[in-house]
């Protein structure tokens, strides 16, 4: 899945809970092909994104996914597509569960005598990772984006860090 188009914001008044129509030019599908597409929304008050939304604790939510197919095909092109297959969805609020966990293990012994660690968190964000001595004074040391679900990094043999943690950053 991949954003397509403008965000396009929520009416209000006697129109509250729709959104006005757009054409969306989708780069990545050929016309009169079938996509499959998701509505989501979000607060913009929690996070300029679907995902800073879930991670602030916002409210959020997302259609099932449902195809359609695109429009432009032929001569003369054929009209756009209607999101027909479009459900009924509820919002949710608060962090969502897949970012409530990071986890950083020790990996290994690298042969400069530093220590790879490995950070497990969602892909698609950016993490900063921090240490300390003391678990008052926090130093940054990196900042990580996982692939896949992980992402590595080193500290210095030297460096005086007994603990790590991991900051979401917007």
Do not use: H
Request: glycine share 10%; proline share 7%.
């Amino acid at each position: 899945m991949a954003a397509m188009g403008p965000i396009a914001e929520f009416q209000t008044g006697s129109a509250a809970g729709y959104f006005e129509s757009k054409t969306v030019a989708t780069t990545n599908v050929p016309a009169g092909q079938t996509a499959y597409v998701q509505v989501r929304v979000w607060d913009q008050a929690t996070g300029a994104t679907y995902e800073l939304a879930q991670a602030y604790g916002g409210k959020y939510g997302a259609s099932p996914i449902f195809q359609v197919e695109t429009g432009g095909a032929g001569s003369p092109p054929s009209r756009p597509a209607l999101l027909t297959g479009l459900q009924s969805f509820s919002l949710n609020q608060g962090v969502a569960a897949s970012l409530q966990t990071s986890v950083i293990t020790a990996g290994q012994k690298l042969l400069d005598g530093s220590q790879e660690w490995i950070v497990k968190a969602p892909s698609g964000f950016r993490y900063a990772i921090q240490c300390s001595s003391n678990l008052v004074d926090w130093v940054a040391v990196t900042i990580v984006l996982p692939v896949n679900g992980t992402a590595t990094f080193a500290n210095p043999p030297d460096a005086p860090c007994n603990y790590f943690r991991v900051l979401l950053l917007p």
